[in-house]
């Protein structure tokens, strides 16, 4: 690790006087909420200027970084959160989903006439239809194991084998076809 030494010009100061205030590794990296081997790797980059301190004169040199170039970089990373439009006075009977006549959803959406809509009114209308979708998409898979398989067809293993080997219900590997095993 390359330290860039700066050294005061000013008399009077000490190199502890000229870093007050500096960050050091562990408390940029928390600032960043990122680990101490990016730190090191934006001082490389030239994207934090990076001083070095010998706190009290004795002891281990510490890298120290400056505050105002860790507070950049924290409101370069700080991600807002994208607007976004809900419908006004939506009619049409189809959930979020595309799937089925559910006017619930909708009129989560729909707000009373003159109210005005907080940010919390928006997040619980968001949820209810949030909800009813993915309870309206849960899909069943093709294919099931063998326990799931002798449930859902009711018979025994040895009535599931010779289903097979008849070509009435479709084996992968050790997954059977579910729809076959409804017909059965």
């Known amino acids: 690790m390359t330290v860039a030494r700066e050294t005061s010009q000013t008399p009077g100061l000490s190199q502890t006087d ?13 600032a960043l909420h990122v680990t101490p081997k990016t730190i090191e790797r934006l001082a490389a980059a030239g994207k934090i200027h990076q001083g070095a301190t010998q706190p009290q004169g004795r002891g281990p040199v510490r890298a120290v970084y400056h505050p105002d170039d860790v507070a950049r970089l924290v409101a370069e990373r700080r991600t807002e959160a994208r607007a976004f439009v809900l419908p006004a006075g939506v ?41 009813q979708m993915s309870e309206t998409s849960q899909t069943q898979p093709a294919y099931v194991d063998k326990t799931e398989a002798l449930a859902i067809a009711g018979v025994s293993s040895r009535e599931l084998r010779a289903a097979v080997q008849a070509g009435e219900v479709k084996q992968r590997g050790r997954r059977y076809r579910r729809q076959d095993l409804e017909a059965l």
Do not use: M, Q
């Not at 007050?20 to 928390?30: I, N, P, S, V, Y």
């Open 91 to 131: 009619t049409s009977p189809v959930s979020g989903n595309g799937h089925g006549h559910d006017e619930v959803g909708i009129r989560a959406f729909r707000k009373p006439e003159g109210a005005h809509s907080t940010g919390e009114e928006l997040l619980r209308a968001f949820a209810v239809a949030l909800r």
């Open 18 to 30: 000229v870093y007050a205030g500096w960050l050091t590794k562990d408390e940029a990296a928390t």
